[in-house]
């Protein structure tokens, strides 16, 4: 049996290509390396202060505050959008789509949008960005691993080889065997 699931935090924003990498490689690590992965939708104006995808990162932690289990198909499909598909995500109807896309209903996905000018939801999202400006965040993605005790914070999606050997597990390219890609 390998060892007690360890804590990793991904602070990402739909609008970074880096980000949807990030998120890619770890989701399809999460069970190889036995790890709790926490989504964190983050702002990414709050940290490099010119962006344009607050509505669609609001609505994202809509999802995540109440469908968190939604959460990693929704980022997918805003991520495949903008960056395969060259779709825009700073749209309502665009949101609307990829969420259905995802999996939501219509009714599930207006309402969420809707929740995106929320005082709870905006603060929650500005709550996630500072957060990730505490770690020493300075754009995106961040990746946090919280392991024996210690919070280990890295930049970039080209870092999961050092987090592996944070984790004391095995790096095995950025689609580990037996388990596909999900693009």
């Not at 709870?120 to 993605?141: D, H, I, S």
């Not at 691993?145 to 970039?156: I, N, P």
Request: net charge neutral; glycine share 8%.
């Amino acid at each position: 049996m390998g060892p007690l699931p360890r804590t990793v935090e991904l602070f990402y924003d739909v609008l970074s290509p880096y980000s949807w990498l990030g998120f890619e490689i770890l989701c399809r690590y999460k069970n190889v390396w036995n790890i709790q992965l926490q989504l964190r939708p983050s702002l990414i104006a709050g940290i490099m202060k010119d962006s344009g995808s607050l509505t669609a990162m609001r609505f994202l932690t809509a999802v995540n505050m109440e469908h968190p289990e939604m959460l990693e198909k929704a980022s997918r499909e805003l991520w495949m959008r903008v960056w395969s598909r060259d779709e825009d995500i700073t749209d309502p109807q665009s949101i609307l789509a990829a969420a259905e896309k995802a999996g939501m209903s219509t009714q599930q996905a207006r309402g969420l949008l809707e929740k995106t000018s929320a005082p709870q939801v905006k603060n929650k999202l500005k709550e996630t960005t500072e957060a990730a400006c505490k770690y020493g965040a300075f754009g995106l993605p961040v990746t946090v691993a919280h392991v024996d005790g210690q919070t280990h914070m890295l930049f970039g999606s080209d870092r999961m080889e050092l987090l592996a050997h944070l984790l004391g597990e095995k790096w095995m390219g950025p689609v580990p065997p037996g388990v596909g890609a999900k693009l």
